[in-house]
């Protein structure tokens, strides 16, 4: 049980690291709009001009997308899913 919670650990730590540098190469913060939803043809809010993905970087950004689908949301410190909050 122990050697899963680690390995789920290091994982989760390598997928933070990804989004990260994800994130920083595409310029965004936190708060902004998902990469899925602001598509090359759509301008950027902040700046007006139109982000330019390669389409290997757009297929990149749809395969990170998609692994990260379907798994559990990362919780705050101040979450608890057994109570409701």
């Known amino acids: 049980m122990e050697q899963e ?3 789920l650990s290091d994982e ?4 933070r690291d990804e ?3 994800l994130q920083k190469r595409l310029g965004e913060t936190g ?3 998902s990469a899925r939803s602001q598509s090359p043809s759509t301008p950027a809010p902040e700046s007006g001009k ?13 395969k990170a997308l998609d692994f990260t689908e379907g798994h559990a949301p990362v919780l705050r410190p101040d ?4 109570r409701g909050v």
């Open 12 to 15: 989760l730590a390598a997928l």
């Open 31 to 33: 708060d902004a709009p």
């Open 5 to 7: 919670i680690s390995r």
């Open 79 to 82: 979450e608890d899913p057994a």
């Open 50 to 62: 139109e982000p330019s993905f390669t389409p290997e970087e757009e297929a990149e950004l749809d």
């Open 19 to 21: 989004n990260a540098a």
